[in-house]
């Protein structure tokens, strides 16, 4: 596949993503106009960080595929991970958006009498599984977009053994973030309050099984998006081949 075509197809993907995301605050803006009220408000945020690492493995993959393969792209695409990989856990993160549904806790009162209470609670799972698949969707893309670039830096290899190291360390930030309540930028202007945190949850079994359970996840939806992947780009027997391996028409 030629850099033109990678740019395209990315800038494509990114034109996606934002149609996609539009939808997802209709949808939020909807359910503002049911109840009146602006809650849930925390969904389009969550959503537009989840946007961060996606930009960040679109953009870095671009700017890095000018630089050809040796030591000069081997620097450069430290940085490149080490970004991506401090901002990445805010996509899965909001998957744990759904615990306010759980909670009930936008739902002390029917917002009228046509629509009951169980109607708005399907309607703030529907909602809310929207918005976390989505988020999730284009973590999991931007993580594809890494491991594509760190296997032309790094070799395969390096590429597949970072990623696991991300998927576990992506799991515990979700945990910091959600219950420690730090975010990406905390690393950055806290890392006092970082290392206590992640200190006090490296010795509690709680924090360790909903890390683990959530790297789990995360990786057996990669998983899925890998296979998917591979499958479109096996070359068609009887010649005909897509992806970047039609190389060999005659196989």
């Known amino acids: ?58 953009v870095g993959s671009t700017l890095l595929s000018h630089i050809a393969p040796g030591r000069a792209l081997s620097i450069a695409a430290a940085p490149f ?25 936008y739902l002390r009162a029917s917002p009228s009498e046509w629509l009951g209470i169980n109607a708005l609670i399907w309607y703030d799972l529907l909602m809310n599984a929207v918005f976390a698949f989505i988020g999730h969707f284009m ?14 830096a790094w070799g395969a290899a390096a590429a597949r053994a970072l990623l696991a190291v991300a998927i576990l360390l992506a799991g515990f930030g979700i945990y910091l973030g959600r219950f420690s309540r730090l975010s990406s930028w905390d690393a950055i202007f806290k890392p006092e309050r970082v290392f206590d945190e992640i200190r ?23 998983g899925a998006l890998a296979a998917f992947k591979r499958v479109g780009e096996r070359p068609r027997r009887g010649g005909g081949t897509r992806g970047p391996r039609a190389r060999n028409p005659g196989r």
């Open 200 to 222: 006090d949850a490296t010795t509690d079994p709680k924090a360790l099984l909903f890390s683990f359970t959530f790297a789990i996840f995360i990786a057996l939806t990669y």
């Open 81 to 105: 991970a080490l970004l991506w990989l401090l901002f990445y856990p805010n996509a899965p993160y909001i998957l744990t958006d759904f615990i306010h549904v759980i909670d009930r806790t």
């Open 1 to 58: 596949m030629s850099a033109r075509k990678r740019h395209s197809d990315l800038l494509s993907l990114t034109a996606i993503f934002g149609l996609a995301s539009l939808g997802c605050v209709l949808i939020y803006g909807l359910r503002v106009l049911i109840s009146g009220r602006l809650w849930y408000l925390y969904l389009v945020w969550n959503l537009a960080l989840a946007v961060v690492p996606f930009l960040i493995a679109a």
């Open 139 to 152: 973590g999991l893309v931007s993580m594809w977009l890494v491991q594509r670039t760190l296997a032309r």
